[in-house]
Nanobody, 123 residues
Framework: QVQLVESGGGLVQPGGSLRLSCVAS????????MGWFRQAPGKEREFVAA????????YYTDSVKGRFTVSRDNAKKTVYLQMSSLKPEDTAVYYCAARPGGVVLEDYKYDYWGQGTQVTVSS
């Protein structure tokens, strides 16, 4: 069983930066692939980024490549999403998710979810 708690969201101006954190409880965090997803008002939840438990390898949706960086600290059971050059279209509730083994892009294949943290990009 894994429980996830996100933090770090807020209001930021276009071009600004935020770092989201997702702290996990449970003994097997190091064996879990971690994903970040987001859901904007009136839209479906979409994949943002993911990181494997080992290596680690990272994956990004095209719209955030070069602006967002996903990382993890297994000792702290924490995964991060560093977001830079933020745009109004990045406004959404951001969720972290976990699944045993490798990472995938489909949200329904993740077993555990955090409660979400709001990111609002506006001047």
């Amino acid at each position: 069983q894994v429980q996830l708690v996100e933090s770090g969201g807020g209001l930021v101006q276009p071009g600004g930066s935020l770092r989201l954190s997702c702290v996990a409880s449970g003994h097997t965090f190091t064996r879990y692939g971690m994903g970040w997803f987001r859901q904007a008002p009136g839209k479906e939840r979409e994949f943002v980024a993911a990181i494997t438990w080992n290596a680690p390898n990272t994956y990004y949706t095209d719209s955030v490549k070069g602006r967002f960086t996903v990382s993890r600290d297994n000792a702290k059971k924490t995964v991060y999403l560093q977001m830079s050059s933020l745009k109004p279209e990045d406004t959404a509730v951001y969720y972290c998710a976990a699944r045993p083994g490798g990472v995938v892009l489909e949200d329904y294949k993740y077993d555990y979810w955090g409660q979400g943290t709001q990111v609002t990009v506006s001047s």
